[in-house]
């Protein structure tokens, strides 16, 4: 299983959206 890839993603997903807003 790829877990750590995706909360890798999931950190990544978070920090452009706080980027964006």
Same mark, same amino acid.
């Given at each position: 299983m790829e877990f750590e890839e995706i909360? &890798? %993603? %999931?950190c &990544? %997903?978070?920090?452009?959206?706080e980027g964006f807003k």
């Open positions: 909360v &890798l %993603r %999931r &990544l %997903r978070d920090s452009t959206v």
